[in-house]
């Protein structure tokens, strides 16, 4: 194995163990114990949880802000996406033809957005102070790992330099907000117990 | 403000450390400083400046848990943003968690992860609580229901000629010598509480209820020794505290052994009896809990009470309580009433369970230190019923008339506020009438 496929497989490995650590500690820590009696139920509030109550046209998150919203889902695809080909260039897969200049222009356009949203915070003065280092170096190698990404499409002489960034960015993401990736899924998960439980989701229908 | 000791931030950090659980990490660890909910919520709102960004709330707690229990933290707190508990942090949390902050949970289905937010500023509360840092305000309310058993300090005497008048207005409202308000009988089907405003400024709620209760030919009673619904130790975040108020109430429920607690119009007051209370003491009740808003709902469901909507023909609208609607589930049950019991409803917006809060909740109005900033905050909630052209605003929830009745004369809004009994009691048609000996029982 070549040095620089090693060291991002470590850092790949290293990741996965922390994040499995964060999601092992969650599930150790268990549930705050609940003596109320429940109005509404559980599983049909956590599936609302991660499915309607995501719809952009409920959460002023999105619809209040939606350039900053639009610019947040295609940096999380590009995110994903360039998870999936990270998967393709260790399994020694490159994508070619069609399929590689759309993934390219995906990855350009995640990039300017990943790039917005880290302007965004910087010039923003409200948003400014709400952020610590952290925020910005999380932006930052995110998108760096976008732009790298496409760039070792176009170019595959890159690919040390490609491994490089992605072991960096693995290695970091358990320390700072990236593990975010572990809590979202927990968070979403809570608030449909607890919105559940109480029966206020999913919304009832008129009548009660 | 007392100094902070190594002993108070020991106790503080009990609160994160011996008492974390599944939820609180979770939360403590999602945020992700987008900063997309502050429109959301009704202090940024009306003073759009970053320390009033719910998720500013979130990062002062979770910046503590970082500095002191996260390895991250510990190493490196200038690169995760983790904060020494200090004076100076002590002041901006106290700040920020009572005077900037209703707990009303509307910024949390709007953020963009999902971080419980108010229940991270509830955590903030008793971090704050064990350290000895609640508002002298509030705390003055609490130590007046832990010393007389109501927030008022009412005495029993008092409570009780309070309520011989009321009864005897009752007999003439529905011209029924045999009408009456039971007090402290045993083995009814009903124990109903109050919020200790009722008796103090606004009895005219509780004989709204009575005559709702005596038209459904309900079998009830009060009880002249605990009837308080309202719970400020849930507001202070003091749990010791909180549940010896919950035991007051829960004593006297066994003790009357009553089958089911009606609380009253009191938002906070339902969510810290039904829901918090049971954990506050560790156990499930062995009786029922419900919300009056519920009951009269059933009432009109069932036919036990009929209304007539041609009585009440002003334009009505409906503030929903946070703690009742977004975090007790109860929005649909106010509407089926009121679109039977009034000729014209109109909705504000936004409304339900993503309504505005009113600027009075989280203890607000027992804090007098921040009433301009409450004041400001409910201007928005005034501004929203001024858009409905109401005449009438209907809110099951005395904490929330109190500070609605304020607005409407700050703002001038030329409204009149009235609680969900008082309209079905207005709009009730007399029926008649069946006396409830003490042993008879009537399902709910
Ligand atoms: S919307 Fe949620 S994740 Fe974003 S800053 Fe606010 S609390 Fe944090
Ligand atoms: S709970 Fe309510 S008052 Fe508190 S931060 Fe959220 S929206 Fe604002």
Known sequence: MNPYLWFATSALVICLASCFYHFFRLLEFGKPQDYSKPLGEITPAVKYSFTRAMDPRKKESAFLHLPTYTAGIIYHLGTFLSIALFTMFWLKYVPSGWFKLIIIGFLFLSSICGLSILVKRIIKKNLRTLSNPDDYISNFLVTAFHFITALTLVNNKLFPVYFIAAGVLLLYLPIGKLKHTVYFFAARYQLGVFYGRRGVWPPKQEGF | MEKLTKEKIKQGLEVLDAGMDGKLFTHLNSCVHCGLCAESCIYYLAFPEGKFIPATKVDLISSIY??????????????????????????????????????????????????????????????????????????????????????????????????????????????????????????????????????????????????????????????????????????????????????????????????????????????????????????????????????????????????????????????????????????????????????????????????????????????????????????????????????????????????????????????????IAEIVADSIVPQDQKVISKNESVEV
């Open chain 2, 66 to 419: 970082r500095r002191y229990i996260t390895f991250t933290g510990k190493v490196v707190p200038g690169l995760v943003g983790a904060r020494k508990l200090n004076d100076e942090t002590i002041v901006e949390i106290t700040d920020l968690f009572f005077g900037a902050c209703t707990m009303c949970g509307r910024c949390v289905p709007h953020c963009s992860i999902g971080v419980d937010i108010s229940y991270l500023v509830r955590k903030g509360r008793q971090m704050l609580a064990k350290m000895g840092y609640v508002p002298e305000s509030l705390q003055s309310t609490i130590n007046t229901a832990l010393k007389t058993g109501n927030n008022m300090g009412i005495t029993e005497q008092e409570f009780i000629e309070t309520l011989k008048w009321l009864e005897d207005d009752l007999r003439f409202e529905v011209n029924d010598d045999t009408a009456c308000i039971p007090l402290n009988e045993k083995g009814r089907n009903i124990i109903y509480t109050l919020n200790p405003r009722e008796p103090k400024f606004f009895p005219l709620s509780i004989s709204a209820m009575a005559k709702i209760f005596h038209v459904a030919g309900e079998s009830w009673t009060l009880s002249t020794q605990m009837y308080d619904a309202t719970n400020y130790a849930y507001y202070s975040g003091n749990h010791d505290e909180a549940g010896i108020i919950t035991q007051y109430l829960f004593d006297e429920i066994q003790n009357l052994e009553a089958k089911t607690c009606v609380l009253a119009e009191c938002g906070h007051g339902s969510r810290a009896f039904r829901w918090e209370g049971p954990n506050y003491l560790k156990k499930e009740y062995p009786f029922e809990v419900i919300t009056s808003v519920e009951i009269l709902a059933n009432y009109i469901r069932e036919g036990r009470i009929k209304v007539d909507p041609e009585k009440i023909t002003e334009c009505v609208t409906l503030h929903d309580p946070c703690n009742l609607a977004r975090t007790g589930g109860i929005w649909k049950e106010q509407r089926y009433i009121l679109r039977r019991s009034v000729k014209n409803f109109v909705e504000m917006a936004p409304n339900g369970i993503d309504n505005l809060c009113c600027g009075g909740g989280g203890g607000q109005l027992a804090m007098s230190e921040y009433n301009e900033r409450r004041m400001k905050t409910g201007e928005l909630k005034a501004e929203q019923i001024r858009k409905t052209g109401a005449k009438i605003v209907v809110t099951p929830c005395h904490n929330c008339v109190d500070q609605l009745t304020q607005l409407n004369i700050t703002f001038k809004l030329g409204v009149q506020i009235k609680t």
